[in-house]
């Protein structure tokens, strides 16, 4: 039983944000594998220019940082394309996905919250500067489950 169902408007418009943070992950992760790549280089010409033979793999370990974190937000950043191309073409899986990540980054947010809280003293105050994404994660969710959008991932 196929049935022939249009793609809902905000199925598009979240895959068209999903693809801009993908894309912002890609170019960030790029930027930081550069980096890392630069402050390997640049530490062991520092080390050699100047004679010191003292901690060189420390110093030349600081370069492994953002290169890891470069290489993860990479991936993540082409996870993320993949999982958008799956939101527009209907496919299942990009469903059971977008609620997981949005479930994760709802609870990500409430715990950020308490702890800006408790930090500050102020429980309005961690609420408030995670008010943004509290809401965003709990209208994917709200959005994601409506009748229309399941329909869509159903055909």
Do not use: C
């Amino acid at each position: 039983m196929t049935t022939n169902t249009e793609r809902p408007i905000g199925v598009t418009i979240i895959a068209i944000l999903i693809i801009i943070g993908g894309i912002s992950l890609i170019v960030g992760g790029i930027s930081l594998i550069g980096l890392g790549a630069l402050l390997s280089m640049s530490s062991g010409e520092i080390i050699q220019s100047n004679g010191i033979s003292t901690d060189v793999a420390q110093l030349a370990s600081l370069g492994m940082i953002p290169l890891a974190l470069g290489v993860v937000m990479l991936i993540l950043g082409i996870a993320y394309l993949i999982v958008s191309y799956g939101l527009l073409k209907g496919k299942d899986w990009a469903w059971v996905i977008t609620i997981i990540v949005a479930i994760i980054g709802l609870i990500i947010q409430i715990i950020s919250a308490i702890i800006a809280g408790s930090i500050t003293s102020s429980v309005l105050y961690g609420l408030a500067s995670h008010i943004v994404g509290i809401i965003i994660s709990g209208i994917i969710i709200y959005y994601m489950f409506r009748p229309h959008v399941k329909a869509f991932y159903r055909q």
